[in-house]
């Protein structure tokens, strides 16, 4: 027998409190999210921030970034996530956030070509003191951009370190520049700067401290030394237009022994030429690096010598000059590789007053 059910008897479902609250809770979740992007796009488009302003960073992260040279947000929109993750722990994917959101704040993207002109106005020219080299460099040393020069011993690559260490301070559009010397063999030698700045009338005294010597001991050592430039710039304000690494490849193909040490030797000169190609872009500096040689037994024609580093070196160094002995104690000096500069040698003498005519 079916039972009766009354329906007008059952009770109608009054709308759920929990609904209502539900429904003002996105509204009110929507305007907060609302206000947020709206607060983060005033600072990205405004006012500069600082690596704490970015998201997943805190104290504690910050400190470990600042500590080995990731104290600006360029600085980390730059680095790689391996970079990150090896300097303070964090996983791989909050590394890419936090340098992703570097990146957004900084507008990094594509430049028309104009823009890349305009910005070429603030490269600065080191001059050598010889019109014909500095002809043939497009009027001198470009600052942005890593120049190397390779030659064998006694070939003078030392001797333009020194020069264009002096030329650097004499810049008239500069205030207070500085100069940095990271000698990996001995080499920097302050009698010889004597000698350069007394034949230009310069004050010895203020040259002199205005170059900061770092002598490196080893390859790691080395690496640290470019490490510490960024926090010079960045904390210490020092106005630094010239990075001389005199020799960059010494003490890698003293420490990397053989063949089967050939992969990691190019690894690690691969991480010590970007991170001095950033050091050039970020700051506008001039980045000056020797280079050793070997002689190829192989070769029967032509010039066996060979610049140390590789494809590695030849890639990452945007001007590339080689410099042999030349007739009667002079030298040659001849542009092997560059971005915008046909091909071409100048000859000259090392005096002690620095490049002179032939």
């Given at each position: 027998?079916?039972?009766?059910?009354?329906?007008?008897?059952i009770?109608?479902?009054?709308?759920?409190e929990?609904e209502?609250?539900?429904?003002?809770?996105d509204?009110?979740?929507f305007?907060?999210?609302?206000?947020?992007?709206?607060?983060?796009?005033?600072?990205?488009?405004?006012?500069?921030?600082?690596?704490?302003?970015?998201?997943?960073?805190?104290?504690?992260?910050a400190?470990?970034?600042?500590?080995?040279?990731?104290?600006?947000?360029?600085a980390?929109?730059?680095?790689?996530?391996?970079?990150?993750?090896?300097?303070?722990?964090?996983s791989?994917?909050?590394?890419?956030?936090?340098?992703?959101?570097?990146?957004?704040?900084?507008?990094?993207?594509f430049?028309?070509?104009?823009?890349?002109?305009?910005?070429?106005?603030?490269?600065?020219?080191?001059?050598?003191?010889?019109?014909?080299f500095?002809?043939?460099?497009?009027?001198?040393?470009?600052?942005?951009?890593?120049?190397e020069?390779?030659?064998?011993f006694?070939?003078?690559?030392?001797?333009?370190?020194?020069?264009?260490?002096v030329?650097?301070?004499?810049?008239?559009?500069?205030?207070?520049?500085v100069?940095?010397?990271v000698?990996?063999e001995n080499t920097?030698?302050?009698?010889r700067?004597?000698?350069?700045?007394?034949?230009?009338?310069?004050?010895?005294?203020a040259?002199?401290?205005?170059?900061k010597?770092?002598?490196?001991?080893?390859?790691?050592?080395?690496?640290?030394l470019?490490?510490?430039?960024?926090?010079?710039?960045?904390?210490?304000?020092?106005?630094?237009?010239?990075?001389?690494?005199?020799?960059?490849?010494?003490?890698?193909?003293?420490?990397?022994?053989?063949?089967?040490?050939?992969?990691?030797r190019?690894?690690?000169?691969n991480?010590?030429?970007?991170?001095?190609?950033?050091?050039?872009?970020?700051?506008?500096?001039?980045?000056?690096?020797?280079?050793q040689?070997?002689?190829?037994?192989?070769?029967f024609?032509?010039?066996?010598?060979?610049?140390?580093?590789?494809?590695?070196?030849?890639?990452?160094?945007?001007?590339?000059?080689?410099?042999?002995?030349?007739k009667?104690g002079?030298?040659?000096a001849?542009?092997?590789?560059?971005?915008?500069l046909?091909?071409?040698?100048?000859?000259?003498?090392?005096?002690?007053?620095?490049?002179?005519?032939?």
């Amino acid at each position: 027998m079916k039972a009766h059910i009354n329906l007008e008897e059952i009770p109608m479902k009054e709308k759920d409190e929990d609904e209502t609250m539900v429904e003002e809770f996105d509204d009110e979740q929507f305007q907060l999210e609302k206000e947020e992007i709206n607060t983060s796009a005033v600072k990205k488009k405004g006012k500069e921030i600082t690596i704490n302003d970015l998201p997943g960073i805190g104290p504690a992260t910050a400190e470990k970034l600042i500590a080995v040279g990731f104290g600006t947000v360029m600085a980390i929109a730059v680095a790689t996530p391996g970079e990150i993750v090896e300097a303070c722990g964090i996983s791989e994917a909050g590394a890419r956030k936090i340098i992703n959101a570097a990146r957004d704040n900084l507008e990094m993207g594509f430049e028309s070509g104009d823009q890349i002109l305009k910005k070429r106005e603030r490269v600065i020219k080191l001059s050598t003191g010889h019109k014909g080299f500095d002809a043939m460099m497009g009027g001198g040393f470009e600052t942005g951009a890593i120049t190397e020069i390779y030659a064998e011993f006694g070939g003078g690559k030392t001797q333009i370190g020194h020069i264009l260490a002096v030329n650097a301070l004499a810049l008239e559009s500069e205030k207070n520049p500085v100069v940095v010397y990271v000698d990996t063999e001995n080499t920097f030698r302050p009698e010889r700067i004597k000698q350069i700045a007394d034949g230009k009338g310069m004050d010895v005294d203020a040259v002199l401290k205005s170059i900061k010597v770092g002598r490196a001991y080893n390859s790691d050592h080395q690496m640290l030394l470019v490490d510490k430039i960024e926090e010079m710039i960045t904390e210490q304000h020092l106005n630094v237009k010239l990075i001389v690494i005199d020799s960059l490849t010494a003490h890698f193909r003293a420490e990397f022994v053989g063949r089967g040490t050939l992969a990691d030797r190019q690894q690690k000169l691969n991480k010590h030429m970007h991170a001095l190609l950033r050091l050039a872009d970020t700051h506008n500096v001039c980045v000056y690096v020797t280079n050793q040689v070997m002689a190829k037994p192989d070769q029967f024609f032509g010039d066996p010598t060979q610049a140390i580093g590789g494809h590695i070196v030849g890639h990452a160094s945007t001007f590339r000059i080689y410099l042999r002995k030349g007739k009667k104690g002079s030298r040659v000096a001849k542009l092997v590789d560059s971005p915008s500069l046909p091909e071409a040698e100048v000859a000259f003498y090392l005096t002690e007053k620095g490049l002179q005519d032939i």
